[in-house]
């Protein structure tokens, strides 16, 4: 009797391959080795809990207060007030605010009330190359670079008794977020000032002020 030959497809043959290569087992891990394996698709937990504080929610305030120069006398440099809002910190990037604060405008003493928003430049974290033994790791950074935003009202607390101006101010510039704590970090900033008085008896008078203001402070968050 004559044997017949049969021989697969080519194409059945690749498919077998590609099954058995989708149906591999996936490597036994140690508890050690686990914290090195990396997926492809998924990463590690290490990765996935650094990810996720990128996206936290919570508290944040800051406090600070600093000198001055108005457009009176630019060489006049005086104490400037101080400020403080608080509100939450969104994507580890953005905060959003409520504040009151002094100016001290020489012979002006004001309140302000106003809307803080504070944009981070730079990513709150760095990666680290990984080595060897560890994989790429994420740690913060000493300094942040960050924009602020300051838009509000001020009303005179504290001079002539015929002369109680208000308005509406902003404030805005750029600032140093500094230090590697956690709940804590220094600030640093500089910024424009401009400040609206409203309610001057004299037509003659000057109706705004500007000014740049240097301020030391302190970030807190939960």
Do not use: W
């Not at 996720?52 to 104490?79: P, T, W």
């Not at 910190?89 to 405008?105: A, H, K, Q, S």
């Amino acid at each position: 009797m004559k044997r017949i030959k049969t021989e697969c497809p080519v194409y059945i043959n690749c498919l077998l391959l590609l099954l058995i290569c989708f149906f591999k087992p996936a490597p036994v891990l140690s508890q050690k080795n686990k914290e090195k394996y990396v997926s492809p698709v998924f990463g590690n937990d290490k990765e996935k809990k650094d990810k996720n504080r990128s996206f936290s929610i919570g508290y944040k305030g800051c406090l600070e207060a600093g000198v001055a120069a108005n457009d009176l006398d630019y060489k006049k440099i005086q104490f400037g007030g101080g400020f403080t809002s608080h509100g939450v910190f969104l994507l580890n990037t953005i905060f959003l605010g409520l504040g009151v604060g002094i100016d001290n405008y020489d012979s002006l003493i004001m309140r302000p009330i106003a809307a803080d928003l504070r944009v981070l430049v730079s990513s709150p974290n760095k990666s680290t190359k990984g080595t060897e033994n560890s994989q790429q790791s994420y740690k913060p950074r000493k300094t942040n670079l960050f924009l602020f935003f300051t838009c509000g009202k001020s009303r005179t607390i504290n001079g002539p008794l015929d002369y109680k101006p208000q308005g509406y101010m902003f404030h805005g510039g750029f600032g140093l977020l500094m230090g590697t704590q956690k709940y804590a970090r220094a600030t640093l900033t500089l910024g424009y000032k401009y400040q609206e008085l409203k309610g001057v008896p004299n037509v003659n008078a000057v109706n705004n002020t500007q000014s740049i203001h240097l301020r030391l402070g302190v970030e807190f968050k939960s």
